[in-house]
């Protein structure tokens, strides 16, 4: 922008105050917006208030850093070497966070250089991944909505819980079968998708009916689980 003043060798190291204020601003909006994107698009146990705020936190202090150094290889070097005695040992719960530190540091440091283009465009194109994977479930090997585990006694009849989870699923899988040390019961895992009109609670009412089953655990499996 041409209020960016300039060295005597030419290279940017000033920002004019309203170029400040507008790099700021648009380094908080896309931290605001990826902030909002991952908690509306995370999924499983692991979601953190903490980061989602660190995200608005990274954008617009990356931002900050970028108009610090302006066009300063002696600032660069300098900001280097006072980050260096900083060590960070936090450790992500889940492993797409990193994406999401990558993107506010590369997007503040788009609104932090003033290109305003490059940084709402590249807001736009991760929001819209991110909306995508969500929503297509990219990845999954299982698109299920829930784990059913229970153990069956062998002395009673299967046919029984198989008609009770196909009248209440429209599609289900056997995960795992492991015989009781007397092998006289079987710990089954399945995992089942309901049928739209059919909630958690009338499949495990009716399978709860069952004598034959035990130990039933119903567990939401919209994303990893280990069973």
Known sequence: MEDVLMNPQGNSLVYSNIEIIINILAALSIGVILSAVYRYTHKGLSYSQSFSQTIVFVCLIVAIVM??????????FALVG?????????????TKDMAYVFAALALGMAAGTSNYFLAGIGTLAVSALAFALSISNFGAVYKSEFILRFRFDQSGDSEAYLKVIDENCKRYNLLHMEPSGNNESLSLTYDVNLRDEKTASDLTRQIGKLDQLSEIVL?????DVDY
């Not at 108009?67 to 600032?75: C, D, E, F, N, Q």
């Not at 567990?219 to 994303?223: L, T």
Request: charge should be positive; hydrophobic fraction near 55%; charged fraction near 20%.
């Open 67 to 76: 108009m610090v150094i302006g066009g300063s290889l002696a600032r660069a």
């Open 82 to 94: 006072a980050l260096s005695i900083i060590r960070f040992r936090t450790v992500l719960k889940d």
């Open 219 to 223: 567990i939401a499996s919209k994303n």
